[in-house]
T-cell receptor, first 111, second 114 residues
Framework: GQQLNQSPQSMFIQEGEDVSMNCTSSSIFNTWLWYKQDPGEGPVLLIALYKAGELTSNGRLTAQFGITRKDSFLNISASIPSDVGIYFCAGAQGGSEKLVFGKGTKLTVNP | GAVVSQHPSRVICKSGTSVKIECRSLDFQATTMFWYRQFPKQSLMLMATSNEGSKATYEQGVEKDKFLINHASLTLSTLTVTSAHPEDSSFYIC??????????FGSGTQLSVL
């Protein structure tokens, strides 16, 4: 089936640093979503992108929908300890309600 | 507040028993709900699409007789893992497509089969 390549797999950063992660695909997606998952919980939607080239912010988070519609990135600025968790990208293709998820980026923030 | 309620959050059962997981849409009527499975340190994989009033649509490789889905009302979908075995141990998550086409997730159910 369809796959999203998410990188990096894990990140260890100091509090206050900026973070960047991305997802790429060989196929075109019409929707890109970024989720955060805390241990033992379900994913929570952070940012949704619906248009190629779209750049959207949510507080310290910024995500962009790539022009080619085959990639997206998520930036976190001035990281804080509560940013710790696993971040997933997800994509949906035209007319489909099914989401394909990346394998996640595990973020660790050292105080 | 929560948009999707999933219950139970954690269940431990003996091999061979059946386990039912509930997913409720709290704020709106949902004709379609989705069931995902997540193995440790893996991503979420769609198992099936639950359709209110009709049969669920299963993804390739997912046994429909083992994972029974019932979407009897516009606010409730249930997933029953029948004759559970240790390899069925996983984190199961439901989701609902809400207003503005956003997808909301339940808090998940950790199933451990002994």
């Amino acid at each position: 089936g369809q796959q999203l390549n998410q990188s990096p797999q894990s990140m260890f950063i100091q509090e206050g640093e900026d973070v960047s992660m991305n997802c790429t695909s060989s196929s075109i997606f019409n929707t890109w979503l970024w989720y955060k998952q805390d241990p033992g919980e379900g994913p929570v939607l952070l940012i949704a992108l619906y248009k190629a080239g779209e750049l959207t912010s949510n507080g310290r988070l910024t995500a962009q929908f790539g022009i080619t519609r085959k990639d997206s990135f998520l930036n976190i600025s001035a990281s804080i300890p509560s940013d710790v968790g696993i971040y997933f990208c997800a994509g949906a293709q035209g007319g489909s309600e099914k989401l394909v998820f990346g394998k996640g980026t595990k973020l660790t923030v050292n105080p | 507040g929560a948009v999707v309620s999933q219950h139970p959050s954690r269940v431990i059962c003996k091999s061979g028993t059946s386990v039912k997981i509930e997913c409720r849409s709290l704020d709106f009527q949902a004709t379609t709900m989705f069931w995902y499975r997540q193995f440790p340190k893996q991503s979420l994989m769609l198992m099936a699409t639950s359709n209110e009033g009709s049969k669920a649509t299963y993804e390739q490789g997912v046994e429909k007789d083992k994972f029974l889905i019932n979407h009897a009302s516009l606010t409730l979908s249930t997933l029953t893992v029948t004759s559970a075995h240790p390899e069925d141990s996983s984190f199961y998550i439901c989701s609902v497509r809400g207003r503005n086409e956003k997808l909301f997730f339940g808090s998940g159910t950790q199933l451990s089969v002994l």
